[in-house]
């Protein structure tokens, strides 16, 4: 029988696979994510029974509303659910500059925009409706635009000359 001689696998090789094997056991252990390395967190995390999230959606003149369609607008505008996260901190003027951000991109799209709303919603995922999860509750936090001005829900009123979110 003849024996094949395989060449040496290079020291640097070496290093970097037990380099990057032990980075990746630490990051998994420490639940660290550095890309590439990963802590598995994406699914291995339990998620709360009681779910919190915001929604922002178009009225079009008859009244109707229409889900803010983020991911077919333009790449600046997929960071939405930090932007929907911190809408309630924004100063008045940014909260309008958001919403008029949107409803101009929604435009472009050829929909109608006569106001845009801000909905906070709540899921409790473990109401059900036969075999599927309930529907979230929904409370209107924000409209901006439309008749009457902007307004921010259950909060003391303040003008709207400029166009802006005001409470209601």
């Not at 008029?100 to 409706?129: F, K, L």
Request: glycine share 12%; proline share 7%.
């Amino acid at each position: 029988m003849q024996t094949v001689e395989r060449p040496a696998v290079p020291v640097w090789t070496r290093w970097f696979v037990a380099a990057f094997l032990t980075l990746f056991a630490v990051c998994g252990v420490a639940g660290i994510e550095a890309w590439p390395l990963t802590g598995w967190r994406l699914f291995a995390d339990a998620r709360q029974p009681v779910q919190v999230a915001w929604q922002a959606v178009t009225v079009d003149a008859a009244g109707h509303e229409t889900p803010v369609p983020f991911r077919d607008l333009p790449a600046g505008f997929h960071g939405n659910v930090q932007v929907l996260k911190g809408f309630a901190a924004l100063g008045a003027g940014e909260q309008a500059a958001v919403c008029r951000a949107w409803a101009d991109a929604v435009r472009a799209r050829g929909g109608q925009v006569e106001a845009v709303r801000v909905y906070r919603t709540v899921t409790d995922v473990s109401r059900r409706v036969g075999d599927r999860g309930a529907p979230p509750a929904r409370e209107m936090r924000f409209t901006c635009g439309g008749p009457g001005g902007s307004r921010s829900e259950g909060v003391a009123s303040r003008s709207t000359r400029d166009g802006g979110v005001a409470p209601a």
